[in-house]
């Protein structure tokens, strides 16, 4: 694997860069650069045909100075050690960068879940969280859903847990079922956050935005934000264009609320092809072709398009929201957005970074972009430990007020060193994890 793919690689080198700019002395590094714990799991997994197969998990906590470990579960046939290790550093920026009380963890098995029936994957589930048990906890480790894991393999988690306690522990994980303890407004808030984090993006860089005020006085009744109508929560951004790559939980939801906000998507793509539509797409019946058919593939009325060009389409604000590694050294010269909001994780090669820098493109990093799901799984953890659940647009105003101050501290950082706004996010969060660190003092 190049150093410019490995996750570990990067995820290191954003923070040695970081480190040099605070004129921080070695030991921060060492003790910011390493995960506190690995853990390495090969468990048995009975299976429907009756053998027995033996799986590999990780989890990786990585630093706990500012509060519990936090982060997901992944399942998936490519996980590696080194992945998880920089999910799991990331998470650590993530959740200091935003301001929540946590530290950062990750996990996964290799494993294909789509070769697995609901009974092996409830086994499955159900093994790795015994595995685990020894570690995680509502006060020590609280995992989440990732890549093919949903609340369904939470609530798994959350009742094999429970039953080993003796009574039910709702904040061991978040992201549950609603029935559960989960929060309203959690399925949306990673969505939510890239269409806040875009629209102040837009204002930043002077675009036309049309206060709530004018708006409505012109007949725009019903297109506000359904949720969150005080403090110019409503500014529209009409006209604004939109190519997002991606078409799931975050980037179809980032697609719908955009253009409820007035923007105009112009080309999204999946795993199989990309569509486009000059005029703007209609995202709420690509999503309804997509949900029937699988893909959004043959769209009626659109051009189709390859999954990589989607990436150099002519538009206002481009959102990776798939895969790691996609704008790279190859590809970032031909990038026409002039905003980049990053819904997937590590979706920016720090090559492509600096080329994105020179060509004055505003790149929105994964850390603060997505973080709308961290930040409504701190909200669920809050609802599930006190029993006391909130309405959705208490949800989505506090989501809203937390990732734009966020979005405004990193903006400003960035400006005050003259550096793109990652490296303004992780001066932010290296300065709160290293305090958290300098006032507990080193044990014993
Ligand atoms: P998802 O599985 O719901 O959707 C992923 C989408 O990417 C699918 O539409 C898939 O078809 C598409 N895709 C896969 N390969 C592609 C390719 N080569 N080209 C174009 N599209 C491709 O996943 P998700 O939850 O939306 O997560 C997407 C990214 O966002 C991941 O990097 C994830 O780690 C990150 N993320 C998700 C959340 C969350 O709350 N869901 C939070 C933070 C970060």
């Known amino acids: 694997m190049s150093e410019e793919s490995n996750p570990f690689d990067i995820a290191q080198g954003q923070l040695k860069k970081v480190i040099k700019i605070l004129n921080l002395d070695k030991s921060v590094y060492d003790c910011l ?11 048995p997994v009975k299976m429907d045909d009756g053998t027995v197969r033996i799986f590999r998990g990780y989890r990786v906590e990585y630093n706990n100075s500012r509060g519990p470990y936090k982060g997901g579960i992944r399942y998936h046939p490519d996980v590696t ?10 998470m650590t920026w993530k959740t200091a960068v935003v301001g929540l009380p946590f530290g950062g963890a990750k996990g996964g098995v290799v494993c294909n879940p789509k070769e697995l ?30 890549m093919y894991t949903n609340p369904q393999t939470m609530a798994w988690i959350m009742d094999t847990y429970s039953m080993n306690k003796g009574y039910s522990v709702l904040g061991v994980v978040t992201g549950k079922p609603l029935e559960l303890g989960g929060s309203l407004g959690r399925f949306e808030a990673t969505g939510r956050g890239c269409m806040l984090c875009a629209r102040e993006a837009l204002k930043k860089l002077n675009y036309k935005v049309i206060p709530p005020e004018i ?32 078409f799931g939980n975050v980037g179809a939801i980032a697609a719908k609320l955009l253009q409820q906000k ?32 699988g893909y959004v593939k043959d769209f009626e009325g659109t051009d189709e398009i390859t ?20 704008i790279t050294k190859n590809n970032a010269e031909e990038i026409k957005a002039r905003i980049i909001v990053e819904g997937a994780n590590g979706p920016t090669t720090p ?8 060509k004055e493109v505003m790149v929105i990093p994964d850390i603060l972009a997505n973080s709308g799901g961290v930040i409504v799984s701190y909200f669920e953890w809050v609802q599930s430990l006190q029993s006391f659940f909130w309405s959705e647009r208490d949800v989505n105003c506090k989501l809203r007020d937390r990732i734009l101050s966020a979005f405004h501290e990193v ?12 490296t303004g996010a992780y001066i932010l969060a290296v300065n709160k994890v290293t305090e958290a660190i300098k006032i507990r003092g080193i044990f014993p």
């Open 33 to 43: 650069g390493n995960p506190h714990l690995e853990l390495t799991v090969n468990f």
């Open 81 to 90: 050690m080194d992945e998880v290790r920089a999910l799991a550093a990331w």
């Open 117 to 146: 029936s609901k009974n092996e994957l409830e086994r499955l589930t159900r093994r790795f969280t015994a595995e685990l048990s020894i570690i995680i906890g509502p006060e020590k480790d609280i995992p989440a859903p990732d």
């Open 215 to 246: 708006w409505q006085k012109n007949g725009y009744k019903g297109m506000e934000d359904e949720s969150c109508k005080d403090q110019g929560t409503g500014f529209r951004i009409d006209g604004a264009t939109v190519a997002l790559q991606g």
């Open 262 to 293: 007035g923007a105009k998507i112009i080309a999204v793509s999946d795993s199989r092809s990309g569509i486009a539509k000059k005029d703007g797409l209609n995202i709420f019946e690509v999503i309804e072709h997509k949900t029937k058919t």
């Open 307 to 326: 999954p990589e060009a989607i990436l150099e389409f002519d538009c206002d604000i481009l959102i990776p929201a798939a895969l790691e590694n996609q």
């Open 351 to 358: 090559e492509a970074d600096s080329i994105l820098f020179d």
């Open 411 to 422: 903006y400003q950082t960035s400006k005050d060193y003259g550096v793109d706004m990652r």
